[in-house]
């Protein structure tokens, strides 16, 4: 059974930076594209930025690119989320996820059969 802890959330002033890691256990991830997502209250879950299998390639919504940088290191079966110039509407609870399918990304959420509990980022203004 895969689990995903997500660690490194917290409360930011605006156009400040906070870096949140998600470390699996249980089987590794190496050949795994792994998601990040966020959800507000009252809003729809989002989908943040992406990182494929290799780490070759990296996908990002428009509202956070240029600001974020995803990156994996697959020996420690790790992902990052590094958020620089946070902005007040990046506030959520960021959760990450492992693809349902080796070798595949995506930046949809159904694609996604694995979930972290999520850790809360709060920026301030």
């Known amino acids: 059974q895969v689990q995903l802890v997500e660690s490194g959330g917290g409360l930011v002033q605006a156009g400040g930076s906070l870096r949140v890691s998600c470390a699996a256990s249980?089987?590794?991830?190496?050949?795994?594209?792994m998601g990040w997502f966020r959800q507000a209250p009252g809003k729809e879950r989002e989908f943040v930025s992406a990182i494929s299998w290799a780490g070759t390639s990296t996908y990002y919504a428009d509202s956070v690119k240029g600001r974020f940088t995803i990156s994996r290191d697959n020996a420690k079966n790790t992902v990052y989320l590094q958020m620089n110039s946070l902005r007040p509407e990046d506030t959520a609870g960021y959760y990450c996820?492992?693809?349902?399918?080796?070798?595949?990304?995506?930046?949809?959420?159904?694609?996604?059969?694995?979930w972290g509990q999520g850790t809360q980022v709060t920026v301030s203004s």
């Open positions: 996820a492992a693809a349902r399918r080796e070798y595949r990304s995506s930046t949809k959420a159904p694609d996604y059969a694995y």
């Open positions: 249980g089987r590794t991830l190496s050949t795994y594209a």
